[in-house]
């Protein structure tokens, strides 16, 4: 079983090209809606916007945002405290620095309080 899951994790990387994984980032929220993935979104989602930085650089992005290869991937994204919560790739945070995220408050909600606003030191990966 275990030869067979790093199989499958060997060649989704090869597919893909590499695995992508950040740490150090901040974790925000906001309002969902028409993300530039194209897909429209409401803030019961599990949806993060990714750093312009990352994801017009991620491996085949192109002019066309709708179009982005990171689109509708699964990330998991790790707060300080060690929570985790997977969430959908559909937007992109103009405002996020590099390695930093934007969630719909139902997943902000997984990692901490809406309260908190922004969490540092964040992780997250791209599955």
Do not use: E
């Not at 275990?2 to 309002?31: E, H, I, K, N, P």
């Not at 509708?72 to 790790?78: A, E, I, K, L, Y």
């Not at 809406?114 to 997250?124: A, M, T, Y």
């Amino acid at each position: 079983m275990r030869f067979s899951a790093v199989l499958l994790a060997a060649l989704s990387a090869a597919t893909f090209g590499y695995a992508q994984s950040m740490s150090g980032g901040d974790a925000t929220f906001y309002s969902a809606g028409l993300g530039s993935c194209g897909f429209f979104n409401t803030d019961a989602d599990f949806i993060v916007a990714v750093d312009v930085a990352t994801i017009t650089s991620f491996p085949g992005a192109g002019a066309n945002p709708n179009a982005n290869p990171m689109c509708g991937r699964q990330m998991v994204v790790t707060g300080p405290d060690g929570k985790s919560v997977t969430v959908t790739v559909a937007d992109t945070c103009p405002g996020c620095a590099p390695g930093s995220v934007d969630l719909t408050p139902t997943a902000f909600q997984q990692l901490a309080s809406l309260d908190v606003g922004r969490l540092h030191g964040i992780s997250w990966t791209l599955v």
